[in-house]
């Protein structure tokens, strides 16, 4: 039932993801989805701007590197990051300056590189150091890397991120952890705003996608399916409802169990049941 890796739709989910990151200060914050840079197909997977409001330090730490026009490169978890991929990305950067609509009206003094991946990119960190290039972990997960470029860069692996603060990050996995997505959900419940809810939609729909199995045992968990209840929209439960059918009729023909069986052997909650045998 799981979508095939090639169709799951990893950046929108990672947009929704950097809002949820940065939601303490999104009112201050203009995010640009696959921002163009010219005519010709040349795009950054996401462009932030500070707008006048924002005067101080963005709290969340991922965003603490960021001035006033922040580009941002997203690597899906099935994806390489070289050295290539770095400097592809500061070229953006470059060229999103040359495109101003005047004269230096995006000060490089006033633009960052934020590149995100799940899995720690070892040997373009080395090539990176090779080429002359300092790598600091400034935070868990958070490696700035400094010498020999025109503006302040960053690596943001997270996997590694922080778990308390970092989940919606954290999820966006094909092994993602089920003590990652509890601390998503119990967060998630909290946060009740129209575009705070669609952003949880789009993180959720990929994450379980991905992690369909998983999510099918947390679901089990009284208190996990309540939450999962409040924040999935019904596409969601309605493709696990699909799944939990498939189950129960395959169980039913290979094994000759009643359908009440099935659910036992599928540990399906005895209040969820009605609704299977309904369309049985």
């Not at 603490?64 to 490169?73: A, Q, S």
């Not at 922080?162 to 919606?168: A, D, G, M, W, Y």
């Not at 954290?170 to 509890?182: C, G, P, T, V, Y």
Request: with cysteine.
């Amino acid at each position: 039932m799981t979508d095939s890796p090639d169709k799951i739709q990893w950046h929108p989910a990672f947009y929704a993801a950097a809002g949820l990151e940065l939601q303490a200060n999104i009112e201050e914050l203009e995010l640009i989805p696959e921002y163009n840079l010219s005519k010709e197909p040349i795009r950054i997977d996401l462009l932030i701007i500070k707008n006048g409001k924002q005067t101080g330090k963005i709290k969340n730490e991922i965003g603490h590197i960021m001035k006033k026009y922040n580009v941002i490169e997203y690597k899906s978890p099935d994806d390489s990051l070289t050295i290539d991929d770095f400097y592809k990305t500061i070229g953006y950067a470059c060229l999103y300056k040359g495109y101003g609509e005047s004269i230096d009206k995006i000060p490089l003094s006033e633009l960052t590189v934020s590149v995100f991946r799940e899995a720690h990119p070892r040997e373009m960190f080395l090539s990176l150091e090779k080429e002359g290039h300092k790598i600091e972990e400034k935070y868990s997960g958070i490696y700035y890397v400094t010498n020999k470029l025109p503006f302040p860069a960053q690596v943001v692996v997270t996997r590694e991120l922080s778990k308390e603060t970092h989940s919606s990050l954290r999820i966006l996995s094909n092994h993602a952890n089920k003590e990652d997505i509890q601390t998503f959900l119990k967060a998630a419940r909290k946060m009740t705003s129209p575009r705070e809810r669609n952003n949880i939609d789009a993180v959720l729909q990929v994450s379980v996608s991905v992690n369909f199995e998983l999510y099918q045992r947390i679901r089990r968990d009284a208190v996990m399916c309540e939450a999962m209840r409040e924040l999935m929209k019904d596409e969601i439960n309605e493709k696990i409802n699909e799944a939990h059918m498939k189950d129960i009729k395959n169980i039913m023909e290979s094994l000759k169990y009643t359908a009440e069986q099935a659910m036992d052997l599928l540990k399906i909650p005895k209040s969820e049941r009605a609704s299977y045998l309904a369309k049985l």
